[in-house]
Protein backbone atom coordinates (compact mmCIF):
# COMPACT_ATOMS: atom_id res chain seq x y z
CA UNK A 1 0.00 0.00 0.00
CA UNK A 2 1.22 2.99 -0.97
CA UNK A 3 1.43 5.78 2.36
CA UNK A 4 2.55 9.14 2.67
CA UNK A 5 4.37 9.92 5.96
CA UNK A 6 3.25 13.32 8.16
CA UNK A 7 6.46 14.99 8.95
CA UNK A 8 6.24 13.97 12.48
CA UNK A 9 5.46 10.67 11.76
CA UNK A 10 8.64 10.21 9.85
CA UNK A 11 10.54 12.24 12.99
CA UNK A 12 9.19 10.00 15.28
CA UNK A 13 10.16 6.78 13.32
CA UNK A 14 13.60 7.89 13.05
CA UNK A 15 13.80 8.59 16.71
CA UNK A 16 11.82 5.99 18.10
CA UNK A 17 9.56 8.19 19.75
CA UNK A 18 6.95 6.69 22.31
CA UNK A 19 4.07 8.58 20.66
CA UNK A 20 4.50 6.67 17.22
CA UNK A 21 1.74 4.17 17.46
CA UNK A 22 1.79 0.20 17.15
CA UNK A 23 0.08 1.10 13.46
CA UNK A 24 2.28 3.18 12.41
CA UNK A 25 5.16 0.90 13.27
CA UNK A 26 3.28 -1.88 11.30
CA UNK A 27 3.02 0.12 8.23
CA UNK A 28 6.89 1.77 8.57
CA UNK A 29 8.16 -2.25 8.98
CA UNK A 30 5.79 -4.31 6.61
CA UNK A 31 8.46 -4.18 3.13
CA UNK A 32 5.55 -4.35 0.87
CA UNK A 33 4.61 -0.84 1.49
CA UNK A 34 5.63 1.88 -0.32
CA UNK A 35 6.55 4.60 1.48
CA UNK A 36 6.90 7.98 0.80
CA UNK A 37 8.28 11.25 2.43
CA UNK A 38 6.97 14.70 0.79
CA UNK A 39 9.55 17.56 0.16
CA UNK A 40 6.72 19.66 1.58
CA UNK A 41 7.64 18.20 4.67
CA UNK A 42 10.99 19.24 4.35
CA UNK A 43 9.80 22.70 3.66
CA UNK A 44 7.73 22.58 7.23
CA UNK A 45 10.98 21.16 9.13
CA UNK A 46 13.43 23.87 7.43
CA UNK A 47 10.76 26.66 8.42
CA UNK A 48 9.70 25.72 12.04
CA UNK A 49 13.62 25.04 12.77
CA UNK A 50 14.07 28.78 11.02
CA UNK A 51 11.04 30.39 13.45
CA UNK A 52 13.30 28.51 16.15
CA UNK A 53 10.09 26.01 16.68
CA UNK A 54 11.79 22.82 15.92
CA UNK A 55 15.72 21.81 17.16
CA UNK A 56 17.56 18.88 15.45
CA UNK A 57 21.02 18.04 16.04
CA UNK A 58 23.75 18.61 13.40
CA UNK A 59 23.73 16.61 10.07
CA UNK A 60 20.03 16.34 10.25
CA UNK A 61 18.92 16.44 6.61
CA UNK A 62 21.82 13.56 6.04
CA UNK A 63 20.46 11.78 9.00
CA UNK A 64 16.89 11.64 7.27
CA UNK A 65 18.22 10.88 3.84
CA UNK A 66 20.78 8.05 4.91
CA UNK A 67 17.27 6.68 6.87
CA UNK A 68 15.30 7.21 3.98
CA UNK A 69 17.61 5.33 1.59
CA UNK A 70 17.91 2.37 4.52
CA UNK A 71 14.37 2.31 4.50
CA UNK A 72 13.15 2.73 0.87
CA UNK A 73 11.67 6.04 1.47
CA UNK A 74 10.87 8.17 -1.63
CA UNK A 75 10.86 11.72 -1.89
CA UNK A 76 7.12 12.98 -3.39
CA UNK A 77 8.24 16.01 -5.13
CA UNK A 78 5.29 19.16 -5.62
CA UNK A 79 3.53 18.51 -9.05
CA UNK A 80 0.95 20.84 -10.30
CA UNK A 81 -1.83 18.16 -9.88
CA UNK A 82 -0.96 18.60 -6.06
CA UNK A 83 -1.18 22.27 -6.32
CA UNK A 84 -4.68 22.38 -8.24
CA UNK A 85 -6.17 20.02 -6.22
CA UNK A 86 -5.34 22.40 -3.12
CA UNK A 87 -7.19 24.63 -5.01
CA UNK A 88 -10.10 22.83 -4.20
CA UNK A 89 -9.94 21.90 -0.91
CA UNK A 90 -12.52 22.95 1.60
CA UNK A 91 -10.75 24.54 4.56
CA UNK A 92 -11.89 21.94 7.51
CA UNK A 93 -7.71 22.19 7.96
CA UNK A 94 -5.76 25.95 7.95
CA UNK A 95 -2.55 24.18 7.99
CA UNK A 96 -0.88 24.72 4.80
CA UNK A 97 1.68 21.89 4.74
CA UNK A 98 -0.70 19.52 6.19
CA UNK A 99 -3.01 20.72 3.03
CA UNK A 100 -0.44 19.78 0.67
CA UNK A 101 -0.05 16.22 2.02
CA UNK A 102 -3.71 15.88 2.00
CA UNK A 103 -3.71 16.99 -1.51
CA UNK A 104 -0.99 15.03 -2.58
CA UNK A 105 -2.59 11.90 -0.88
CA UNK A 106 -5.94 12.73 -2.92
CA UNK A 107 -4.41 12.94 -6.36
CA UNK A 108 -1.25 10.00 -5.53
CA UNK A 109 -3.99 7.62 -3.94
CA UNK A 110 -1.83 7.22 -0.91
CA UNK A 111 -2.82 6.27 2.62
CA UNK A 112 -1.60 9.42 4.48
CA UNK A 113 0.36 8.31 7.85
CA UNK A 114 -0.86 11.37 10.74
CA UNK A 115 -1.66 11.50 14.28
CA UNK A 116 -3.96 14.32 13.39
CA UNK A 117 -7.20 13.25 13.33
CA UNK A 118 -8.68 16.59 11.60
CA UNK A 119 -7.41 15.39 8.36
CA UNK A 120 -9.99 12.66 8.70
CA UNK A 121 -12.32 15.19 7.60
CA UNK A 122 -10.92 15.04 3.75
CA UNK A 123 -11.36 12.49 0.79
CA UNK A 124 -8.77 10.62 2.58
CA UNK A 125 -7.88 7.26 4.56
CA UNK A 126 -5.96 8.61 6.98
CA UNK A 127 -3.97 5.68 9.16
CA UNK A 128 -2.29 5.95 12.92
Not at 24 to 39: D, G, P, T, V
Not at 53 to 59: D, E, H, I, Q, R
Request: proline content about 2%; glycine content about 2%; charged content about 25%.
Amino acid sequence: MKTLLDTHALLWLLTDNRRLSETARKIFLNQENSLFFSITSLWEICIKMSLGKLSLKNGWLETIQDEMKANAINWLPVEIEHCTKLTKLPFYHRDPFDRMLIAQAIVEDMLLLSRDTRLSDYEITRVW
